[in-house]
T-cell receptor, first 111, second 115 residues
Framework: SQKIEQNSEALNIQEGKTATLTCNYT??????LQWYRQDPGRGPVFLLL?????KEKRKERLKVTFDTTLKQSLFHITASQPADSATYLC??????????FGTGTRLQVFP | SAVISQKPSRDICQRGTSLTIQCQVD?????MFWYRQQPGQSLTLIAT?????????ESGFVIDKFPISRPNLTFSTLTVSNMSPEDSSIYLC????????????FGPGTRLTVL
């Protein structure tokens, strides 16, 4: 069955540093991969989408890479801020528009 | 983009009863989905709500337990039937404004506790 793994433990980093989150998947070849942010008590909010034929995507302080050979996506937040503290979810997209979510990684940025 | 609201935001229910959750989108959307998120866990897709036809359920979820309606392009309901404490969870709806694996917009969720 399809499996999507993210760092299960919380990631704690200091303000100003770059946070790197990992998403690994098995048994599937997704057409797209998406990253979402989720704050406590709220629904996920879309951040970035990367297609299988794209290696890298950027949006402001965010960068996503997608390596279909390694079956891995990396999500980077540069110059991190305490306001970036949240849970970050990766999601694979099947050809039917359905999202399969990873386990999520909680990021804590401290001053 | 799309703004999604859900009602109720939370509820506490007795075992054996049913609860209907409403999802309203502020614009017409192509796809609507229902997810479950158990405490501390990620999101699991329950079903795709199809406008004008029966919902498409994922493995492990059945229509008798989670009947879904989608009467038009902006509204859907999910009913959790014959509830047990194991149904305690957050239920979220989402919408996709254009097909093709594009971003989904999520509602704030409905927190359900079953006693």
């Amino acid at each position: 069955s399809q499996k999507i793994e993210q760092n299960s433990e919380a990631l704690n980093i200091q303000e100003g540093k770059t946070a790197t989150l990992t998403c690994n998947y098995t048994n599937y070849s997704p057409a797209y991969l998406q990253w979402y942010r989720q704050d406590p008590g709220r629904g996920p909010v879309f951040l970035l989408l990367i297609r299988e034929n794209e290696k890298e995507k950027r949006k402001e302080r965010l960068k996503v890479t997608f390596d279909t050979t390694l079956k891995q996506s990396l999500f980077h937040i540069t110059a991190s801020q305490p306001a970036d503290s949240a849970t970050y979810l990766c999601a694979l997209v099947r050809n039917t528009d359905k999202l399969i979510f990873g386990t999520g990684t909680r990021l804590q940025v401290f001053p | 983009s799309a703004v999604i609201s859900q009602k109720p935001s939370r509820d506490i229910c007795q075992r054996g009863t049913s609860l209907t959750i409403q999802c309203q989108v502020d614009s017409q959307v192509t796809m609507m989905f229902w997810y479950r998120q158990q405490p501390g866990q990620s999101l699991t897709l329950i079903a795709t709500a199809n406008q004008g036809s029966e919902a498409t359920y994922e493995s492990g979820f059945v229509i008798d337990k989670f009947p879904i309606s989608r009467p038009n392009l902006t509204f859907s309901t999910l009913t959790v039937s014959n509830m047990s404490p194991e149904d305690s969870s957050i239920y979220l709806c989402s919408a996709e404004t254009s097909p093709g694996g594009n971003e989904q917009f999520f509602g704030p969720g409905t927190r359900l506790t079953v006693l």
